[in-house]
């Protein structure tokens, strides 16, 4: 079972690792020139998601803003499917090896 320092040592990572995707996102978005908008088009919102979700604490709706802002990137044909899984699973991965060193 895991204490409560390691669960709030994961959320925090988790919360660190999602900021970052949610950064490299906005940064691509802004390279092709899209601004963000709340009730634009699916890019547009998809950025501004991206600029808003790094305010919140809630790691649970990091993850469901994340899966759209991904989902209109795969649509729109900025990444691939298999591109974002690999985004995604890459930071998870950094994250819980951060945990996993700091536990010794």
């Given amino acids: 079972m895991e204490s409560k320092k390691e669960n709030e040592y994961k959320n925090s990572s988790s919360r660190d690792a999602l900021r970052l995707l949610f950064y490299r996102y906005y940064t691509r978005l802004d390279r092709i020139g899209v601004k963000p908008k709340e009730r634009g088009m699916r890019l ?3 950025m501004w ?3 808003r979700a790094n305010n919140y604490e809630d790691v ?4 469901r ?3 759209w802002v991904q989902c209109c990137l795969v649509v ?6 298999n591109e974002v ?3 995604t699973r890459s930071e998870s991965n950094s994250s819980e090896k951060g945990f996993n ?4």
């Fill in 44 to 46: 547009q919102h998809a």
């Fill in 49 to 51: 998601m991206c600029t």
């Fill in 60 to 63: 649970g709706k990091m993850n």
């Fill in 65 to 67: 803003w994340l899966g």
């Fill in 76 to 81: 729109e044909n900025i990444y691939g499917l």
């Fill in 85 to 87: 899984m690999e985004h």
């Fill in 101 to 104: 060193n700091n536990a010794k």
